[in-house]
């Protein structure tokens, strides 16, 4: 595993994007399965996932997890950017390769780097983008003790068909208190 670790969790880690990994998010990214659930639904090319990952805004990370033999294996990436530095807003976005799905590691991840837009970004609300239809990243939040806070109704077309698209939040205050019960 390449770049440095920047935050653990019990089955995933968290650790910068590196130059080297940009082919894997270009190949799995680009997967129908994969892409038909972002907001961004389209195809990008090595060279746009490149500018993302290396030159972009925000805190972009890459999702490891141990395989069966405990050896680290990428599975997704997780990003945080910071929408609004007056009012202290952040977005969180996630995917999860395919072969991955439903086993845990986006809801960690997430978990991991929620935590640390409170404590160490100084955030006061962080947002999620879902799809409709993508009930997965759905859970992640609820499992997280987001709220679904509205609809903006057919505000993707991904597909080949209008989407709504359903915003998911949590403040700092309810983050804290969940982690007291």
Sequence with gaps: MTGAVFLRGDRVTLRTVERDDVD???AEKNKPEVHRSFVWPYPETRDD????????????????????????????????GVEDERTRHGGLGVWIAEPYWGEGYGTEACERLVAYAF????????TARVVEGNEGSKRIWETLGFEHEGVHRDAEFVNG?????????????????????
């Design 24 to 26: 894997f998010v270009h």
């Design 49 to 80: 996932v490149e500018e993302y990952l290396l030159e972009g805004d925000g805190t972009k990370l890459l999702v490891w997890a141990a395989d069966a033999n405990g050896d680290p294996e990428r599975v997704g990436q997780v990003g945080l």
């Design 119 to 126: 404590a160490e970004r100084n955030l006061h609300r962080v």
């Design 161 to 181: 068909a209008y989407r709504d698209v359903h915003v998911y939040g949590v403040l700092e205050s309810e983050w804290r208190e969940r982690d007291e019960d």
